[in-house]
């Protein structure tokens, strides 16, 4: 038998911390209504591909959240269009999927001094409640929580279905951080580009570069039950290590699962960091075989075009009313 795994790595919609450039990792940033219409594009791309999607995860935070919301929304719609039997997931949104936490530097802008440089003399971190930024063993942490808990889990299961479309949607730097852990997990020499990336030289494959605001990486796994498993893990650990200062909205939305039990959060070093076991050796995920099939995905934006007058930037609001809903259809009679 042979089972499928298409995988896609997805960066949140614009948010009004992007624009005005500052960190925002733990900051529940909103999306900008140009991030809005990245996010309404991007769902509708995929819908326009004909992929029905099985699980949808997200990060908690807004931006991510309501991303992932208007992924599943496209699929909706075009069930109801074409009455296809595909079936619509919820939304399940895991705080282990958050951005890297920026500690003190939260909020401010990306050319201030980062606070980690600055070594805090004796008692000023209780004086003025500094924070440390996350570390990258925290992040890790986070990252195999997910892939050990929620994703590796899909591929071992032969229940229902042999194909299954994941979406993950996150943060730049945390779903650099995914694929580095992922790639631990994959047997050695088992990764591959397709033909078109294969043809643009790459410095290797845990140096893939930076996601774009919906930019998205899409993986085709395979498993075949005859595969013949290499168990040899890569050493590498290096990553090429993005500022991301998106912000996320989540909002009351249909078919956005509560977040669960398994994924509640700590208080550490004063802000909220998600609960995570400490780093193990990873579990190979053997006999499959991984496909690179796109890296930062932005097809979805060509022709996008910013609202002028600082609209486009703005806060998006749900309740807010297109402007063709203020005039009257001409009657055709």
């Not at 229902?160 to 992922?182: C, F, P, Q, T």
Request: net charge positive.
């Amino acid at each position: 038998m042979t089972r499928h795994v298409k995988l896609f790595l997805i960066r949140h919609g614009e948010t009004v911390d992007n624009v005005a450039q500052v960190y925002a990792g733990s900051r529940d940033s909103v999306l900008t209504n140009h991030g809005f219409q990245q996010a309404t594009r991007l769902g509708l791309h995929f819908s326009s591909l004909g992929l029905c999607f099985t699980q949808i995860y997200s990060s908690h935070l807004q931006r991510a959240s309501k991303t992932a919301g208007l992924i599943r929304e496209a699929q909706v719609r075009t069930q109801i269009s074409s009455s296809s039997a595909c079936g619509v997931p919820t939304v399940v949104q895991l705080p282990i999927l958050m951005e890297k936490d920026f500690g003190s530097n939260e909020g401010k802008k990306w050319y201030e001094k980062p606070s980690e440089s600055i070594e805090p003399r004796q008692g000023e971190k209780n004086l003025l409640r500094f924070v440390d930024v996350e570390s990258k063993d925290s992040m890790a942490q986070r990252a195999d929580a997910f892939l050990d808990d929620h994703l590796l889990r899909l591929f071992d299961d032969t229940s229902e279905s042999a194909k299954r479309i994941v979406a993950v949607v996150s943060h730049g730097m945390m779903l650099s951080m995914l694929w580095k852990r992922l790639l631990l997990r994959l047997p050695s020499k088992s990764v591959t580009f397709s033909p078109e990336l294969a043809a643009n030289p790459r410095i290797s494959l845990d140096h893939l570069g930076a996601w774009s605001n919906t930019g998205y990486m899409e993986l085709d796994m395979e498993w075949a039950e005859s595969s013949e498993t290499n168990v040899a893990v890569s050493t590498s650990t290096s990553s090429t290590w993005q500022n991301d200062t998106a912000l996320e909205e989540v909002g009351d939305q249909s078919g956005i699962q509560p977040l669960t039990q398994s994924d509640t959060s700590i208080r550490e070093q004063g802000h909220s960091i998600p609960l995570a076991s400490k780093l193990v050796s990873p579990k190979l995920a053997q006999g499959w075989r991984t496909s690179i099939q796109t890296i930062n995905g932005k097809s979805h934006l060509q022709g996008i075009k910013r609202t002028g007058g600082g609209v486009g930037s703005a806060r998006h609001d749900a309740s807010q009313k297109k402007i063709d809903n203020f005039f009257k259809r001409r009657r055709t009679d």
